[in-house]
């Protein structure tokens, strides 16, 4: 899509623009012209060019639009503009870098309300199956302010069933596919970034599934506990995704950069897919494979935690196995939508059996997260 104007006083007969993108070698892959006509002294927008499915090779490509006329232009200077975009192994990301944090107003929350909010990115998978979405990465600033707070990494299946760009409540409690917990250090700087295995709610062991022409959405959501406890997430403003939501959404096919979510309590609150502006997107990005691999995570051995019995009914018992004495655990109990149901925490431990009510709870599945400074670990339980 471009937008082109006239800034003379003369009409300008016979104005093309051409698009083209060339691989790093030079090499043409794309050209096609758009035909104007005479152009007077006038702003002609929202051009768009045909389709192109960039190659599966990996590698950085550049777009160029150029115009003409078969008038002289006194400034050929601005004829020309260009940009690239890379195609990678596994990652999808809108950024190539973190260039500033952000962090909502504080006039978006109520007097004394937690500042939770939410902020990722959008995915549209043309030909998921077959592929696993395996982790994902993501920048903070943290402070000690918010150290032992918990930041939820939630990947949701997105139907947009009313067709208002917004990722609403239902939609998110139908569609999350994958989770994980990160516990804030307080410690974590912008320029560094973190990355996470996805935990899938359908109990796979392999990993999140993907599907065929699906939309996807990567979510932070920061559950803070009170209104101090501020939480900026790595941002970047070097690329403005305006014209391409408004490309896709004139051709039926909408694609969108940023979601955002701000209020006291996310749990009612939709996320909506204007963002802070097309032209800011999160470090946030997904991680897609074929096969399951060994990503450079830290987590903890499968024998640190056995459950017993599962499936249970009244009691929960977690038995706990580290190596080495351990200063603190957390143990965490969740539901399938990734929100937290209980939380123990014993510290000074090696070995260790913590019994957990759960008589209260629905039958169905749940998940039971083990956090400590080494690492974490999260295993399926059934109630019944």
């Known amino acids: 899509m471009v937008d082109i104007t006239n800034n003379g006083g003369i009409d300008q007969p016979n104005v093309v623009v051409n698009m083209t993108i060339t691989d790093e070698d030079g090499n043409e892959l794309y050209s096609e012209d758009n035909n104007y006509g005479t152009v007077g002294d006038s702003l002609v927008e ?27 232009d006194i400034d050929p200077s601005n004829d020309e503009l260009s940009f690239e975009f890379e195609v990678t192994e596994e990652v999808f990301a809108k950024e190539d870098g973190v260039t500033r944090t952000i962090f909502p107003a504080a006039d978006n929350w109520g007097d ?15 030909n998921g199956d077959g592929f696993i979405a395996e982790s994902a990465t993501f920048s903070i600033d943290g402070t000690s302010e918010v150290a032992g707070t918990i930041l939820n990494v939630s990947l949701y299946k997105w139907v947009d069933a009313n067709e208002d760009g917004n990722l609403d409540v239902d939609e998110r409690d139908a569609g999350l596919v994958g989770f994980t917990l990160y516990e804030v250090l307080g410690t974590e700087s912008e320029n560094s970034l973190i990355t996470v295995p996805l935990i899938p709610t359908s109990g796979n062991p392999t990993g999140v599934l993907l599907e065929d022409n699906t939309s996807y959405v990567i979510m932070l959501e920061y559950s803070a506990e009170t209104a101090e406890q501020d939480l900026a997430f790595g941002a970047s403003d070097e690329f403005d995704y305006g014209a391409m939501v408004l490309n896709s959404e004139q051709q039926g096919a909408p694609r969108y950069s940023a979601l955002l979510g701000i209020a006291g309590n996310l749990s009612s609150e939709a996320y909506s897919s204007v963002g802070f502006g097309r032209d800011f997107v999160p470090v946030v990005r997904l991680t897609v494979v074929e096969e399951p691999s ?54 000074n431990v090696q070995t260790a059996n913590v019994a957990m009510d759960i008589d209260n709870l629905p039958a169905g599945s749940y998940f039971l997260n083990v956090t400590t400074a080494a690492g974490q670990l999260t295993k399926n339980v059934v109630v019944k």
């Open 294 to 347: 060994n990503i450079n995570v830290p987590t903890l051995a499968q024998n640190t935690l056995l459950i017993n019995p599962n499936p249970a009914s009244e009691v929960l018992n977690a038995q706990l196995n580290f190596v080495d004495n351990t200063e603190k655990v957390t143990l965490r109990l969740l539901d399938v939508q990734g929100r937290v149901i209980a939380t123990r925490v014993i510290e």
């Open 112 to 126: 004394g309300d937690p500042h939770q909010w939410a902020y990722g990115n959008h995915y549209y998978m043309p």
């Open 46 to 72: 929202n051009s768009s060019f045909g389709g192109f499915t960039p190659p599966a090779e990996p590698g950085t490509y550049t777009g160029t639009y150029s115009i003409s006329s078969d008038s002289m």
